[in-house]
């Protein structure tokens, strides 16, 4: 299970858009630490929300049960498929528009080193919620823990590791920050402005990686290739 979980907790966690917001709200001159944990905060329960909504609306008998105790089945299969055609498409259009379709209205980048951290915590929430990309992403983890037939607690306990994962670069800068707050602040300030030159090839060199990788995973767990 843990194989089949391991393109959607890596997809997750090395989203471009999430770091490069952490990066610009700890470089506030005032709480820094505090509105970038209540952007992770929102991201982590919305994520925590979409993992209840999706198994509530999963029929389980939707769920059948695996022919091997290897590699994804046919729901994981099929949500990344999808999950690969919508990266391949946020490539074309980054390409030919030079606009990621889910990153955040430009007005929240802008204003990332003002707002507080109420608005931060709805930036996050928002982040998740206006992103098909996030969405594929907590359908497939879901559906994978629904196939391995675990237990509930089980279930539950596993989805929570796939949220956390998810913030983990997150998580990290905000522990930098807290450890040594002045030494970051130029690997901080040299790491946002690479992001924001190199926001689209980032942005292209992700999809296509992650588009590629997880095409071939499912295609492989049809039994096509």
Known sequence: MWLTLLPFIVGS????????ITLLLLQRPRGAVLVASAFVAGLTVLRA????????????????QRNSSDGAGPVESGVLIVLAILLYATAVQQALADEDPDAPPPKWIDKARSISAPRAFLVGIGL???????????????GAIREAGITVQAGV????????????????LIAIK??????????????????????GRVVIGFSLVFGTWFLLTGLSGLGVI
């Open 157 to 172: 306990l596993t989805y929570a590791v796939y949220v956390a994962f998810a913030a983990a670069i997150p998580f990290t």
């Open 49 to 64: 929300i979409q993992g209840l909504l999706l198994t509530l609306l999963l029929p389980g008998d939707a769920i059948a």
């Open 128 to 142: 998740v919620l206006i992103s098909a990309k996030f969405w594929v992403f907590s359908l497939g983890v879901v």
């Open 178 to 199: 807290v450890i040594a707050p002045e030494s970051s602040a130029v690997l901080f300030e040299s790491w946002e402005q690479w992001l924001q030159r190199n926001r």
């Open 13 to 20: 966690a090395v989203t471009p858009v999430q770091t490069l």
